[in-house]
């Protein structure tokens, strides 16, 4: 346990909140779902990355200190902002970050086409990357200065360098870095030059612990560590000997924060989007909601529903295929044209399929938790079909809320598949005919089977919460720092 002297120090790129124009709103993806129950439980204090010009502001106006905010949940955290400069993060967040890690990480890139690696993509490493980790870098030191043996839990890929910047100033701090996105096998990350791939894997073996959400992922981080650097790999102790420490790599799967998610079920907001979405329902309701990114496989998804309403057209008029998709990271250009495809695409199937009276795909771009909430109450089937992807909460989100017994369709390359494959139709997300005949499956199941699998998804999704998952790793922190003669430091 943490006493008010010694506050876990929390880091990522996005915070719990950001703020715009319009006032605060929570961060969106899976890191943020994760953490704000640890915020808000412990005594806890997180830097992030300031993102928006508000967010700047709000930065400046706390002279660049730590600040409690209430969140929307009612829950407050402490949180301080750190402001890089804008030519900076820019090169970190939409070059190096995204796309290159990311599209490493989920082996996004088309190699014959892309990318090409110029001085463009080495100077944002070196002068955005590196210099928006050495910025977080010394907010984290600031935190931590009065604290003796301090812990400090970073998050995700844009922090892979940070961790060495602290080590070399605070020898003795305990880093723990989960990483919430896959980590692929040895030869993705070849696509980046050795001198970076070396700086990357330094610096992420800086770290006392490195978790990751499965075992899959466990293991190709031990693999890489193998093929791509010259330290020691014990895979039995899943251990790296890096200059006389032991890195710790172990797998910790997310849960979702499962009374909090229920809750917000019997919010009157929701209530008002269930009205209008049994006002427009067909007999059946496929739903699918992610942020507007690649790896979520949003393309394959429609073609597979063309496939099935070319082959099945005894279901015309009477499914609908909800899509709610976040707009995501918008400046990178690969981003912005994957958009325009979806859309697109959605023009194509409907013009195909539709009739005066029925728009089979119904496209909703936009960020709104009691909309997505309400509409996991009512589907039917639930399609997961991500190329692949760290974990992916909206596979436990919805099987969780669901009242109308909804299949599962999951890819089987999601780190939630390992937990919810039994109860779920596993599919190739490439593998368009498999999808449609999934789909097809779905929606013509045995109403026994449906109740079967949708309490087996909820079993799951109950057994476990975020208190679980942080209590693992602190667990570990403990075992590791006593295993270094160390007193207990969380
Ligand atoms: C994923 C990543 C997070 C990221 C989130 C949203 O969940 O693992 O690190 O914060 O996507 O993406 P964004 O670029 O908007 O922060």
Redesign the pocket.
């Known amino acids: 346990m943490t006493d008010k002297k010694t506050p876990l120090i929390l880091v990522?790129?996005?915070g719990p909140v950001t703020y715009g124009p319009d006032g605060m709103h929570r961060?969106?993806?899976?890191?943020?779902t994760a953490l704000i129950g640890l915020a808000s439980h412990r005594e806890a204090i997180w830097v992030a990355s300031a993102i928006t010009d508000e967010d700047a502001e709000v930065a400046s106006e706390h002279g660049g200190q730590a600040f409690e905010i209430d969140g929307e949940d009612g829950n407050s955290y402490s949180i301080r902002f750190v402001s890089s400069d804008p030519d900076a993060y820019d090169r970190f967040?939409n070059i190096f970050a995204?796309p290159m890690l990311w599209f490493i990480q989920h082996y996004l890139w088309d190699l014959s086409n892309a990318p090409d690696i110029h001085r463009h993509e080495v100077d944002a490493f070196e002068l955005g990357y590196k210099a928006v980790n050495a910025d977080l870098a010394g907010a984290v030191l600031d935190e931590i200065e009065a604290i003796k043996d301090p812990v400090v839990m970073v998050?995700?890929?844009?922090l892979y360098t940070l961790p060495a910047v602290v080590r070399k100033a605070r020898p003795e701090v305990f880093l723990h870095h989960f990483v919430?996105?896959p980590w692929p096998q040895p030869d993705a990350w070849r696509v980046l030059p050795k001198a970076i791939r070396d700086e990357i894997y330094k610096g992420i073996l800086a770290n006392d612990i490195v978790g990751l959400h499965t075992h899959t992922y466990r293991q190709n981080f031990l693999q890489c560590c193998r093929d791509l650097t010259a330290y020691e790999v014990d895979f039995g102790r899943s251990i790296v000997h890096v200059d006389g420490r032991e890195v710790w790599v172990r797998a910790y799967p997310l849960p979702i924060d499962w009374r909090a998610t229920q809750s917000l079920g019997s919010r009157p907001r929701v209530a008002q989007f269930e009205v209008e979405l049994d006002h427009r329902k067909r007999e059946f309701l496929i739903l699918r909601v992610d942020?507007a990114?690649l790896s979520k496989n949003v393309l394959r998804g429609f073609s597979a529903f063309d496939m099935f309403l070319e082959q099945h057209p005894e279901f015309s008029e009477r499914v609908t295929f909800r899509a709610q998709l976040m707009p995501?990271?918008t400046d990178v250009p690969e981003y912005a044209e994957y958009l325009e495809r979806i859309e697109a695409l959605v023009a194509t199937v409907n013009h195909r399929h539709g009739t005066p009276d029925w728009m089979p795909i119904q496209l909703i771009l936009r960020d709104d938790l009691d909309e997505a909430v309400a509409a996991y109450k009512r589907y039917d089937v639930l399609m997961v079909n991500a190329m692949f992807d760290?974990m992916n909460l909206v596979a436990k989100e919805g099987p969780l809320v669901n009242e109308c017994d909804g299949v599962s369709i999951l890819s089987e390359n999601t780190g939630a598949h390992e937990e919810l494959g039994e109860f779920a139709l596993s599919v190739n997300p490439f593998d368009i005919q498999e999808m449609a005949d999934s789909i097809y499956t779905a929606l013509t199941m045995d109403p026994a089977e449906r109740a079967r699998r949708a309490a087996g998804l909820k079993e799951i999704v109950t057994s476990r919460d975020p208190g679980n998952w942080i209590d693992e790793q602190l667990l570990d922190i403990r075992a590791k720092a006593a295993a270094q003669g160390r007193v207990s430091p969380a």
């Not at 961060?27 to 943020?32: D, E, I, N, S, T």
């Not at 998050?155 to 844009?158: E, K, M, R, T, V």
């Open positions: 990522s790129n996005r961060g969106g993806g899976g890191l943020v967040y995204n998050h995700d890929y844009h919430h996105i942020r990114d995501s990271r760290g």
